[in-house]
């Protein structure tokens, strides 16, 4: 652990309530739950970005995956609870031995480990899901919940489809898990169906009637599928539970989970009316949003609370006059509070290295590593030869396409494209397969599936095209494109991204990426080889 991390207070959950009752503990499961949903998958590099922007950002719990799902999340959880020095590391396991058994070893070295366990406890879960007997699921509570205390002390505990649970039998699977030593009990709306008055109820009941219930940290964990995840998990904070659990950008599954950056912003915006507290540094929000978007490739709403491009945007001329005379007409929060800078004119074409680096560090990238920072800095340089403003928003994108894709083995080189009205787009393009120049040309329907067929030529696959987007970095026609590209194949889905400020070649880049990262995945259930053969056979 480093001098710095030793003198800043490690975060654990329930010992930081019993210590401070008005503290909400930020439970973030955007590598789990968020991670979870389709096409939302990250490689184990993304995750430990992500992972490292949340501890910056404050966060208390970073529940890292799903430990028995896969090899490559047991390997992600293990590697984010070794790096990750501040917040609690949770993972999640169902309520069988060998799941407990494989988070409980994926948590080991976190400084701060934590076994998050669950099991279904509604009618219809019980009975069609588990087929399960409401005796033996409780059965089941005391021994998961047992069996992960062996391991950690920080145990929290969940009824699956807890807000369409039996409140009595509710009750009674809850005072097993305290019991048998959980320390959190999370109440998920599983499927987004509680309204904040059912759930502050809800709350209120099991804090009345359970015996034991002072002695644990109450937690919300709900969906978005009515639209009322965040209320939700307001209106439970609001009668007394201390944990929240969200992601960022609400990504989830189906409508999403509860956002992160609107429960604490709406925490400290109505601090008057919630009287909590939480560790957050909110001028990181902006960019670890950032950061989740162009990683999963799902781009904000525009009109999404707190982060979307037009949350702090005044159009009309009557809000215009409004602000100009005073902003806390039509502004209930500062852009600057959750990391919206003013659109920043950066450098131009004389800036040099050392302005650069500083400008990186500025934005939070910290140490890119040599290779990325020279890429990048060539990077700017062109881009500042063709484009006449640069903005912070320009020099992310490029950055982020840089740390993504400079381990790559597949490398774009160069791509021309002939098209317009008169027939076939044709592409030629040429790409390095580690380090071996490979040219192809390629015809299609446009100038997109023309790039995308010659890259099939040097790099032949199964992969079928997902999704193709392109989101303008900034405003005018000169901007900067951001493509995401999602290739599926064998069921396995990956995400690629490019940025240029021509979008065929910011496409080719994305395609490019999604390969590599799709070689890498087909590697791992390969005996031998490496990225770049299993790439291009
Ligand atoms: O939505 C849910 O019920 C969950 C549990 C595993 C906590 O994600
Ligand atoms: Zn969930």
Same mark, same amino acid.
């Given at each position: 652990?480093?001098?710095?991390?030793?003198?800043?207070?490690?975060?654990?959950?329930?010992?930081?309530?019993?210590?401070?009752?008005?503290?909400?503990?930020?439970?973030?499961?955007?590598?789990?739950?968020?991670?979870?949903?389709?096409?939302?998958?990250?490689?184990?590099?993304?995750?430990?970005?992500?992972? &490292?922007?949340?501890?910056?950002?404050?966060?208390?719990?970073?529940e890292a995956g799903f430990p028995i799902a896969s090899n490559g999340d047991f390997e992600?959880?293990?590697?984010?609870?070794?790096?990750?020095?501040?917040?609690?590391?949770?993972?999640?396991?169902?309520?069988?031995?060998?799941? $407990?058994?494989?988070?409980?070893?994926?948590?080991?070295?976190?400084?701060?480990?934590?076994?998050?366990?669950?099991?279904?406890?509604?009618?219809?879960?019980?009975?069609?899901?588990?087929?399960?007997?409401?005796?033996?699921?409780?059965?089941?509570?005391?021994?998961?919940?047992? &069996?992960?205390?062996?391991y950690t002390d920080d145990v929290q505990w969940s009824p699956e489809d807890g807000s369409?649970?039996?409140?009595?039998?509710?009750?009674?699977?809850?005072?097993?898990?305290?019991?048998?030593?959980?320390?959190?009990?999370?109440?998920?709306?599983?499927?987004?169906?509680?309204?904040?008055?059912?759930?502050?109820?809800?709350?209120?009941?099991?804090?009345?009637?359970?015996?034991?219930?002072?002695?644990?940290?109450?937690?919300?964990?709900?969906?978005?599928?009515?639209?009322?995840?965040? +209320?939700?998990?307001?209106?439970?904070?609001?009668?007394?539970?201390?944990?929240? #659990?969200?992601?960022?950008?609400?990504?989830?599954?189906?409508?999403?989970?509860?956002?992160?950056?609107?429960?604490?912003?709406?925490?400290?915006?109505?601090?008057?009316?919630?009287?909590?507290?939480?560790? $957050?540094?909110?001028?990181?929000?902006?960019?670890?949003?950032?950061?989740?978007?162009?990683?999963?490739?799902?781009?904000?709403q525009p009109n999404k609370a707190i982060v979307g491009a037009n949350a702090f945007a005044?159009?009309?001329?009557?809000?215009?006059?409004?602000?100009?005379?005073?902003?806390?007409?039509?502004? $209930?929060?500062?852009?600057?509070?959750?990391?919206?800078?003013?659109?920043?004119?950066?450098? %131009?074409?004389?800036?040099?290295?050392?302005?650069?680096?500083?400008?990186?560090?500025?934005? %939070?990238?910290?140490?890119?590593?040599?290779?990325?920072?020279?890429?990048?800095?060539? &990077?700017?340089?062109?881009?500042?030869?063709?484009?006449?403003?640069?903005?912070?928003?320009?020099?992310?994108?490029?950055?982020?396409?840089?740390?993504?894709?400079?381990?790559?083995?597949?490398?774009?080189?160069?791509?021309?494209?002939?098209?317009?009205?008169?027939?076939?787009?044709?592409?030629?393009?040429?790409?390095?397969?580690?380090?071996?120049?490979?040219?192809?040309?390629?015809?299609?329907?446009?100038?997109?599936?023309?790039?995308?067929? +010659?890259?099939?030529?040097?790099?032949?696959?199964?992969?079928?095209?997902?999704?193709?987007?392109?989101?303008?970095?900034?405003?005018?026609?000169?901007?900067?494109? #951001?493509?995401?590209?999602?290739?599926?194949?064998?069921?396995?889905?990956?995400? %690629?991204?490019?940025?240029?400020?021509?979008?065929?070649?910011?496409?080719?880049?994305?395609?490019?990426?999604?390969?590599?990262?799709?070689?890498?995945?087909?590697?791992?259930?390969?005996?031998? %080889?490496?990225?770049?053969?299993?790439?291009?056979?």
């Amino acid at each position: 652990m480093t001098a710095t991390a030793a003198a800043e207070p490690i975060r654990s959950g329930p010992d930081r309530v019993a210590a401070d009752p008005d503290h909400v503990v930020i439970f973030d499961t955007t590598l789990r739950d968020g991670e979870q949903s389709p096409g939302c998958s990250m490689n184990l590099d993304e995750k430990l970005r992500v992972a &490292r922007a949340l501890e910056e950002m404050g966060v208390d719990v970073i529940e890292a995956g799903f430990p028995i799902a896969s090899n490559g999340d047991f390997e992600a959880v293990q590697a984010i609870a070794r790096q990750v020095e501040r917040c609690t590391v949770a993972g999640l396991a169902r309520a069988a031995a060998r799941d $407990i058994d494989r988070a409980g070893e994926a948590v080991r070295d976190a400084v701060r480990p934590r076994i998050h366990t669950f099991i279904s406890t509604s009618p219809l879960h019980m009975k069609y899901k588990l087929q399960m007997e409401p005796e033996t699921v409780l059965e089941a509570v005391s021994f998961s919940v047992a &069996r992960a205390r062996t391991y950690t002390d920080d145990v929290q505990w969940s009824p699956e489809d807890g807000s369409r649970t039996e409140p009595d039998f509710l009750c009674r699977t809850v005072e097993a898990a305290i019991k048998a030593g959980a320390r959190t009990i999370n109440i998920p709306d599983t499927v987004g169906y509680a309204t904040p008055e059912d759930f502050a109820a809800l709350f209120t009941m099991l804090k009345e009637r359970v015996p034991g219930a002072d002695r644990v940290v109450f937690s919300a964990h709900t969906h978005n599928d009515l639209g009322l995840a965040v +209320a939700n998990a307001l209106a439970a904070v609001d009668v007394g539970a201390r944990q929240v #659990e969200c992601t960022i950008n609400g990504i989830g599954e189906r409508a999403g989970n509860a956002s992160l950056e609107e429960i604490v912003m709406a925490m400290r915006t109505r601090a008057d009316r919630y009287h909590v507290k939480n560790d $957050i540094e909110a001028t990181h929000i902006m960019k670890v949003s950032r950061l989740v978007s162009s990683i999963t490739g799902f781009q904000v709403q525009p009109n999404k609370a707190i982060v979307g491009a037009n949350a702090f945007a005044h159009e009309s001329g009557i809000h215009q006059d409004g602000m100009l005379k005073h902003a806390g007409t039509y502004e $209930i929060m500062t852009p600057e509070s959750v990391g919206v800078t003013k659109t920043n004119l950066v450098m %131009g074409k004389h800036s040099g290295r050392n302005a650069f680096r500083n400008k990186l560090i500025d934005l %939070g990238f910290g140490d890119v590593g040599d290779n990325a920072f020279q890429d990048a800095f060539q &990077r700017f340089k062109d881009l500042a030869d063709k484009k006449k403003d640069i903005y912070d928003e320009d020099i992310i994108a490029l950055v982020d396409d840089e740390i993504a894709s400079s381990e790559d083995a597949v490398q774009l080189q160069s791509v021309g494209v002939m098209a317009g009205s008169g027939g076939k787009a044709r592409a030629q393009l040429t790409l390095t397969v580690s380090d071996d120049v490979r040219f192809a040309q390629a015809e299609g329907n446009g100038p997109v599936d023309a790039v995308f067929n +010659a890259i099939g030529r040097i790099v032949p696959h199964q992969a079928t095209l997902q999704l193709y987007q392109v989101h303008a970095v900034t405003g005018g026609t000169d901007a900067q494109a #951001e493509v995401t590209v999602r290739l599926e194949e064998d069921g396995k889905t990956v995400n %690629g991204q490019g940025a240029d400020y021509d979008t065929l070649v910011a496409s080719a880049r994305a395609y490019v990426h999604a390969l590599n990262k799709l070689a890498v995945k087909r590697l791992k259930t390969k005996p031998a %080889g490496d990225a770049a053969s299993v790439a291009a056979e």
